[in-house]
């Protein structure tokens, strides 16, 4: 149920705000709604993609985890189960949850993993909040992506020490003593999607605006 006043754009403007890929399908993997951030991972077709029909699908290096997606799928929309997967392309792993949605057994919730403890915006806002240099932000970037100090040095083509010395500035200003504190608190960052949004994706049995599910 949508809150009170609040129409279906507006829903799915929310929808479209988080940084949290959110798809909702039907029993088959046919695909009713996709947000921003799950059409950018549904046309990058790692692991997760979808065909002209609307049908979501999984590339073929992820096709070991088939019969698992297609079982998570059927017990979410007629058993009522949650289950986590853990789909591969071989170079790429997407953590997804699938999940019940709503009283009757028609559609299942499929809630996409981060691929990084925070989106670049967030990290953007959280570097001005804290009057971070663009370099100490890239820098910031590049530990939380599991870089180590001497290649973020190396890509950057600065000096060990010199990057050491960014990275004791972007502490002493984030109040994060270790790297662990870095990452806890890039974690916690509120949901922040990114301006530029993928494009829609329009298919046989899709709707246009990707807003409502519509029957299967």
């Known amino acids: 149920m949508r809150p009170a006043g609040l129409d279906t754009s507006e829903f799915a403007e929310i929808l479209e705000e988080l940084d949290t890929g959110v798809i909702v399908c039907s029993e088959t993997g046919r695909l009713a709604l996709a947000n921003n951030v799950a059409r950018r991972e549904l046309l990058s077709g790692r692991p997760l993609a979808v065909d002209n029909t609307g049908l979501i699908y999984l590339a073929a290096d992820a096709q070991p985890a088939l019969r698992q997606w297609q079982a998570a799928l059927h017990a979410a929309t007629l058993s009522r189960q949650r289950q986590m997967l853990a789909l591969s392309d071989g170079t790429q792993r997407l953590m997804v949850s699938v999940m019940p949605l709503g009283q009757q057994p028609r559609w299942a919730l499929v809630m996409l993993g981060r691929r ?42 600065v000096a060990v020490a010199t990057l050491r010395s960014q990275v004791g500035s972007i502490r002493e200003k984030l109040g994060a003593g270790r790297l662990e504190d870095l990452v806890r608190l890039a974690a916690g960052l509120p949901p922040m999607s990114s301006v530029l949004r993928s494009p829609p994706i329009w298919a046989a049995g899709v709707p246009r605006d990707c807003t409502e599910p519509r029957a299967a």
């Open 116 to 157: 990084q403890p925070a989106p670049t915006l967030a990290l953007e806002m959280l570097g001005s909040l804290y009057a971070l240099t663009g370099a100490e932000q890239q820098v910031l970037v590049g530990l939380l992506a599991g870089q180590r100090v001497e290649a973020i040095a190396c890509e950057r083509g």
